[in-house]
């Protein structure tokens, strides 16, 4: 019987990321896992595909619309779908190969097949026909989650899709309804938008991105508008008809009212996500969960059950690869006796659409529930020399900072690469940083990150260029 200081069951973001980390540290560790292919939901049919869709449908989209104003002359681009899909994949396997030499490196054993808890120290592996049993002295659970699911509509992943179907989808849909208006619905709606589907949002709540700030998500979804998105806030889907050529779905208002029936070839439920824990065993080896089926653990990650730990999608928090990498390293630490810490008030949220959208810390809504008070600097990529010369100016930056210390609480960026813009307002807060200190850091010219230094001089009623 194989003996272990380390079973990691799941090789996502947060597995595969906690099992280097252990190796590093000087265990001898293995991973366990189920499927194919190494690196869970986000390497396979997550993050990673469709930020490759993400990327060729915007290059197509800029050569249809944006290259002549450039003086760039090209005939009206073709689209090749399985040629697009096929460097999508050629992305997923550069990924998974990367992760599988990571193992190799670090001498971290591969085990295929689900695993199961056994109880404090056993893990079984059943794959391929055969089950083995391996000792081990300490389990983290990195399952990840599952696509969330609506009562009575049954998805198919060829008409009725979750985001897993909308990655690969054989023809660009005429129209294509998305249940949800958060993140994953609003950047796979932008991918089949710019390929040419008509695209239909039904939201619950009466407002995109449900926790993002405010007045981001107001701006953002205006911008979405004027891309052609149509919004149907406060609403709900109650059916699908899929006996016809076109789905036939059922929406009516969140509190109650008339029914109408929306015509569309594709529907995409993009409602959430929940934990993955089927078939851990985890009721019978004692770990116990919480009200919304996550594994709950302790500060140190710890489970109910000695010797057992947990990070990540499965476990409470933002359900973000990087937090799940973060968690791994520092549940690796803790096992190996070291102070392994994440500081859950500075995790980045990213939107990849076009424009981006970025977070990091408190929303000025959450600020205000929470009695915090606040000063706030903004602003625009209209007035940002870079962001005009390339005409981009969608968007804009602000800063959030403590009223009597001038702290950095929070960072919102709605424009052109904010998702690589957010990362300096997060070193900052990690170091408990002030806008005043953001303010005097010279930044480089022309860049469109000189907006994150003039929101920061706002904060103080000094900016320089508006």
């Known amino acids: 019987m194989a003996t272990y200081d380390l079973v990691v069951i799941g090789t996502g973001p947060g597995g595969y990321v906690c099992a280097v980390r252990a190796a590093q540290l000087g265990m001898k560790v293995a991973v366990v896992e189920k499927n194919a292919t190494l ?122 899709v979750s985001s897993t179907g909308a990655l690969s989808l054989a023809k660009v849909p005429e129209k294509m309804l998305i249940i949800g208006a958060g993140v994953i619905g609003l950047e796979l709606g932008s991918v089949w938008r710019r390929l040419g589907a008509e695209i239909m949002v039904v939201e619950f709540l009466d407002r995109i991105l449900p926790g993002m700030d405010g007045e981001v998500a107001k701006q953002f979804q205006r911008m979405l508008e004027k891309q052609g998105f149509a919004f149907n806030l406060g609403s709900k889907v109650t059916g699908v008809d899929t006996s016809g050529k076109m789905l036939k779905v059922s929406v009516e208002p969140a509190a109650g009212g008339a029914v109408e029936t929306l015509e569309t070839d594709v529907v995409l439920v993009c409602i959430g996500r929940v934990p993955y824990t089927e078939g ?118 602000k800063i959030l900072a403590d009223a009597k210390t001038d702290r950095v609480l929070g960072v919102h960026i709605i424009g052109r690469e904010a998702g690589e813009m957010i990362h300096e307002a997060c070193v900052l807060m990690e170091f408990g940083g002030s806008a005043e200190d953001l303010a005097r850091t010279c930044h480089a010219h022309p860049t469109r990150s000189e907006a994150v230094k003039e929101a920061a001089l706002a904060v103080g009623k000094r900016a320089i260029h508006m």
Request: hydrophobic share 40%; with cysteine; net charge neutral.
């Open 39 to 160: 690196g869970g939901t986000c390497l396979n049919v997550g993050c990673m595909p469709s930020k490759a869709l993400l990327h060729a449908s915007e290059m197509f989209e800029e050569a249809a619309h944006s290259f002549a104003k450039m003086g760039v002359s090209v005939s009206t681009p073709k689209l090749d779908l399985p040629a697009m899909m096929n460097f999508k994949q050629q992305g997923i396997d550069g990924n998974v190969k990367g992760v599988e030499f990571l193992m190799k490196k670090n001498k971290i054993d591969v085990l295929k097949g689900a695993g199961k808890i056994l109880g404090a120290g056993k893990v079984e592996v059943s794959g391929d026909g055969k089950t083995q049993t391996v000792e081990t002295k300490n389990i983290v659970i990195a399952t990840g989650s599952d696509i969330a699911r609506l009562k009575g509509i049954e998805i198919d992943e060829k008409r009725v």
């Open 280 to 397: 851990l065993g985890l009721k019978e080896a004692g770990i116990a969960l919480d009200n919304r089926g996550r594994v709950q653990i302790d500060s140190h990650f710890a489970t109910s059950v000695k010797g057992v730990y947990a990070i990540g999608d499965v476990v409470a928090g933002p359900m973000l690869a990087h937090k799940a990498e973060d968690e791994g390293v520092a549940c690796a630490e803790i096992i190996a006796g070291q102070a392994g810490h994440v500081n859950y008030d500075v995790i980045p949220g990213v939107v990849y659409t076009t424009p981006e959208v970025s977070s990091v810390g408190k929303t000025e809504e959450e600020l205000k529930q929470a009695g915090v008070a606040y000063t706030s600097g903004k602003f625009p990529f209209t007035a940002n020399g870079r962001s005009k010369v390339n005409q981009t100016t969608d968007g804009f930056v």
